[in-house]
């Protein structure tokens, strides 16, 4: 996949292209110092995959894709977070901090291969999130960058799902099965028909009158495991 790293800091340049080498299926074609650069190779190179950087000098990351006729896929790599609404807007595929991380690199870089490649792999399917992924959560005007391990419990709500962290409890339109596919069972259990509960912040489980089991999460949520899936929690956490 051809990329194009755009960023006016040499040092940063240097540090993206260290971390991208691993990945075969990125070929680095350039790279452009500022968003005037950008424009000229971009329409020379015809990059699928731009590292843009938000603030540099002249137009910023946003103006340059308003120039283009046709904006290649787009991660944003920035040193500050209050863009992250905008770039979701302007449909990026991942928004990453300075300092980047490589585990944060790599589900980026995951995103874009599922995007352009849809059927590669054995079954095609998303990558799991682990605790140390973050998610971009909106509720109505109000956003949120979560990291997973935050994450105290999932709530379904009709259509919509309730996210508990911290003393936020945004909705999403998602459904619980659609969320329940997606995270590592090793870190995430589904207790029932309502609730996915995180194992890191169970402080003590009791028995139920049903015969289920009751897990109390750090802060005092007490969410019934079904009797079904207590068989399947039990078998988790024995030996």
Known sequence: MKTLII????LARVELRRLLSPYTEIEIVGEAVNTEDALGKIRLLNPELLFLDIQMPGMDGFELLEKLDRAPNVIFTTA?????????????LDYLLKPILPRRLDGAIKKVLQKTYPNAGSTGSQSLLTENDQIFVKDGDKCWFV??????????EGNYVRIHFDHF????????NSIDERLDPRS??????SFIVNLKWIESIETSLSGGLIVVLRGGTRIEISRRRSLKFREMLSL
């Open 169 to 176: 409890k945004p909705l999403v339109l998602k459904s619980l």
């Open 147 to 156: 990291r997973l391990s935050e994450v105290r419990f999932f709530e379904s």
């Open 7 to 10: 960023d006016d800091e040499r």
């Open 80 to 92: 500050y977070d209050e863009f992250a609404l905008k770039a979701f807007e302007y449909n990026a």
């Open 188 to 193: 995430f259990f589904r207790a029932n028909r």
